[in-house]
């Protein structure tokens, strides 16, 4: 089955810290892998999207890092800030029958506490 | 930049009453979507529409019709709401299909519906 686990479910850090996000995915064939971050009450918002041939990618303080072999991604916030509090979303894509699929983990909730 | 916008914010229905969820993009986008969000679940595509004048089933398309009323317009429409459908929907719009292309999803901020 095509999945996309995220861990942890919720973290809390103090702000000035940095955490790391993982992301493990089961989809196959794998087309891209795109990270959105979601604040409370707002959609999500595009962070990076990362092709099969990129294994880093970086949007300011955030930093994804993709190891297509072992079907895992991560999410590195540097030098938290109280507003990046939110969830943090995997969606990867699935290349199916000449088509991409998007398929949506269920989010990590972050909050970064003063 | 308005974006992609979305309304009502919030809805409440009775069982069986329908409503029709509006959106509108800005952003001369040929792609637009809708999608659900449950707790704890990824969010799910309802129905998308690669271009203007075509529309296609997602992954969760029963109890819900689309209507993609010009470029910039695709509403969402709940002809007999359930219980099950209390979710937030959210529309999205890319400059390409998503399903041939990598652009990024712009994503409105969600119409909350509860139905009671």
């Known amino acids: 089955k095509n999945q996309v686990e995220q861990s942890p479910q919720s973290l809390i850090i103090l702000e000035g810290k940095n955490c790391t996000l993982q992301c493990n995915y089961t989809v196959s064939p794998f087309s891209n892998l795109r990270w959105y971050k979601q604040d409370t009450g707002r959609g999500p918002v595009s962070l990076t999207i990362?092709?099969?041939?990129?294994n880093t990618k970086s949007n300011g303080r955030y930093t994804a890092t993709l190891d297509a072999d072992t079907k895992q991604s991560s999410l590195h916030i540097t030098a938290s800030q109280l507003s990046d509090s939110a969830s943090y979303i995997c969606?990867?894509?699935?290349?199916?029958?000449?088509?991409?699929?998007?398929?949506f983990g269920a989010g990590t909730r972050l909050a970064v506490h003063p | 930049n308005a974006g992609v916008t979305q309304t009502p914010k919030f809805q409440v229905l009775k069982t069986g009453q329908s409503m029709t969820l509006q959106c509108a993009q800005d952003m001369n986008h040929n792609s637009m979507y809708w999608y659900r969000q449950d707790p704890g679940m990824g969010l799910r595509l309802i129905y998308y529409s690669a271009s203007e004048g075509t529309t296609d089933k997602g992954e969760v398309p029963n109890g819900y019709n689309v209507s993609r009323l010009n470029k910039r317009e695709f509403s969402l429409r709940l002809e007999s709401a359930a219980p099950s459908q209390t979710s937030v929907y959210f529309c999205a719009s890319s400059a390409y299909p998503s399903d041939i292309d990598n652009s990024p999803l712009h994503f409105g901020n969600g119409t909350r519906l509860t139905v009671t």
């Open positions: 990362m092709t099969f041939s990129e």
């Open positions: 969606v990867v894509t699935m290349f199916s029958g000449g088509y991409n699929k998007l398929i």
